[in-house]
């Protein structure tokens, strides 16, 4: 059964920090891209980050850039978000997303449709 966990979610006052886990299980990601996406209160779900399957290319929603890296631990089948310099708006459910192609090599990542495996999702909540 194939498993993405999120964790590291939690209460944070603006301007701190936080990092969220996915760990994955059931099958090889390696050759998949992961991505995460957010959902705040009455909105859609939007694009977060994501990393290529080789690990190195990295791709931001300018809301985040410069403030959120993304990362992955092929030991670890593990995919990771830090986030600095939090602010309110940031304050959402974050999910964590493998892609459905193999191997990709293309840059879009952005849309929803291209994710086939989603996580449950963790509270990320930040305090003014």
């Known amino acids: 059964q194939v498993q993405l966990e999120e964790s590291g979610g939690g209460l944070v006052q603006a301007g701190g920090s936080l990092t969220l886990s996915c760990a994955t299980s059931?099958?090889?990601?390696?050759?998949?891209?992961m991505a995460w996406f957010r959902q705040a209160p009455g909105k859609e779900r939007e694009f977060v980050a994501a990393?290529?399957?080789?690990?190195?290319?990295?791709y931001y929603a300018d809301s985040v850039k410069g403030r959120f890296t993304i990362s992955r631990d092929y030991a670890k089948n593990t995919v990771y978000l830090q986030m600095s310099s939090l602010k309110p708006e940031d304050t959402a459910v974050y999910y964590c997303?493998?892609?459905?192609?193999?191997?990709?090599?293309?840059?879009?990542?952005?849309?929803?449709?291209?994710?086939?495996?989603w996580g449950q999702g963790t509270q990320v909540s930040v305090s003014s």
């Open positions: 997303a493998a892609d459905q192609r193999w191997r990709y090599r293309g840059s879009y990542y952005y849309s929803e449709d291209v994710y086939n495996y």
């Open positions: 990393i290529s399957w080789s690990g190195g290319s990295t």
């Open positions: 059931g099958r090889t990601f390696s050759g998949n891209a």
